[in-house]
T-cell receptor, first 119, second 116 residues
Framework: NAGVMQNPRHLVRRRGQEARLRCSPM?????VYWYRQLPEEGLKFMVY????????ESGMPKERFSAEFPKEGPSILRIQQVVRGDSAAYFC?????????????????FGPGTRLLVL | AQKVTQAQTEISVVEKEDVTLDCVYE???????LFWYKQPPSGELVFLIR??????QNEISGRYSWNFQKSTSSFNFTITASQVVDSAVYFC?????????????FGKGTMLLVSP
């Protein structure tokens, strides 16, 4: 009955390096969402993916950030050439679907987050 | 545009006190859902409740209760007889039908500190 898994839990990178954050959804969940939590802020939506498809990336910066959710394996959030402003907690959530057959939203269950620190 | 406001940045109470966390939201959608999540010091987000815009009945779960008032666009959360383990950051969030419910809009959170 494992929940959403994220790794690493903590990641330290120097400016200009790449950061790769992984998210394994709950068993039976095929929808993944990434959120970013800046210090003293609430979570901000970044991107929503289903297997092999990006559904909504309206919250993701246009440059340096990319996300994927391959047919096999975890979802990956990739940040190239990190800058200090990328330091944040990155949360992944998953749901079985986006909406139930009755039209109600499926609850998103969150992972423990990855704390990224850019030096 | 949708927005969630949690005006209380931090609340400190002594154990066994009751405490209410405020949440005010803005949306143009007539169909939407409201959520509360708890983020304990360990950092993960724990789902607490989901409420749809057509159901204004208050809900009680143990020491937790929620008061949804559509007239004031508020969805407040009360903890009765607070305990030290309730210390956490609490987030209110909104999900709208027009976005396909695919995204959550969060407030900035209220940090609750319960001291013995």
């Amino acid at each position: 009955n494992a929940g959403v898994m994220q790794n690493p839990r903590h990641l330290v990178r120097r400016r200009g390096q790449e950061a790769r954050l992984r998210c394994s959804p709950m068993k039976g969940h095929s929808h993944v969402y990434w959120y970013r939590q800046l210090p003293e802020e609430g979570l901000k939506f970044m991107v929503y993916l289903q297997k092999e498809n990006i559904i909504d990336e309206s919250g993701m910066p246009k440059e340096r950030f990319s996300a994927e959710f391959p047919k096999e394996g975890p979802s990956i959030l990739r940040i190239q050439q990190v800058v200090r402003g990328d330091s944040a907690a990155y949360f992944c959530a998953s749901s079985r679907t986006a909406r139930t057959s009755g039209g109600t939203p499926e609850t998103q269950y969150f992972g423990p987050g990855t704390r990224l620190l850019v030096l | 545009a949708q927005k969630v406001t949690q005006a209380q940045t931090e609340i400190s109470v002594v154990e066994k006190e009751d405490v209410t966390l405020d949440c005010v939201y803005e949306t143009r959608d007539t169909t939407y859902y409201l959520f509360w999540y708890k983020q304990p010091p360990s950092g993960e987000l724990v789902f607490l409740i989901r409420r749809n815009s057509f159901d204004e009945q208050n809900e009680i779960s143990g020491r937790y209760s929620w008061n949804f008032q559509k007239s004031t666009s508020s969805f407040n959360f009360t903890i009765t007889a607070s305990q030290v383990v309730d210390s956490a950051v609490y987030f209110c969030a909104l999900s709208e039908a027009q976005s396909g419910y695919s995204t959550l809009t969060f407030g900035k959170g209220t940090m609750l500190l319960v001291s013995p």
